[in-house]
């Protein structure tokens, strides 16, 4: 029973990874810590995978840098955020396992049908 389970593990690597969906440079706005107009805005879009397959889209965050002094943040919360976030759209291949799981479960109704039908 172990070794099914370490070969279960091995093979099937279940978790949530990250995809960076945007880069925006806003000159407008200033670094809370330097005040310097170098920030860099990430819009990154997280998801679940099985095995490096994207099963389904979870929930995108901002996270900013700056080039002059290297201070970063991985939760920024203000209405440009909200307005990147908006502007960056989730990828449609993030939904490949869903879209896998529907389509086989369509396969059988569809077939179910066909052979119901046949006899
Ligand atoms: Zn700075």
Not at 27 to 52: A, F, H, M, P, W
Not at 72 to 79: A, F, L
Not at 92 to 101: H, K, M
Request: aromatic fraction near 18%; proline fraction near 3%.
């Amino acid at each position: 029973m172990l070794f099914y389970k370490y070969y279960f593990q091995m093979f099937v690597h279940f978790g949530k990874t990250e995809k960076l969906l945007n880069v925006y440079e806003d000159e407008l706005i200033s670094c809370d810590n330097c005040n310097e107009t170098t920030v860099t805005y990430r819009i990154v879009q997280k998801y679940y995978q099985i095995s490096g397959i994207p099963i389904l889209p979870a929930e995108k965050y901002t996270g900013m840098s700056c080039d002059n002094c290297g201070y970063g943040s991985n939760n920024v919360i203000s209405e440009n955020a909200k307005t990147y976030e908006k502007l960056s759209k989730t990828p449609w291949y993030l939904y490949t396992g869903v879209a896998i799981l529907i389509g086989t479960f369509l396969f059988y109704i569809i077939h179910a049908i066909y052979a119901a039908i046949i006899k």
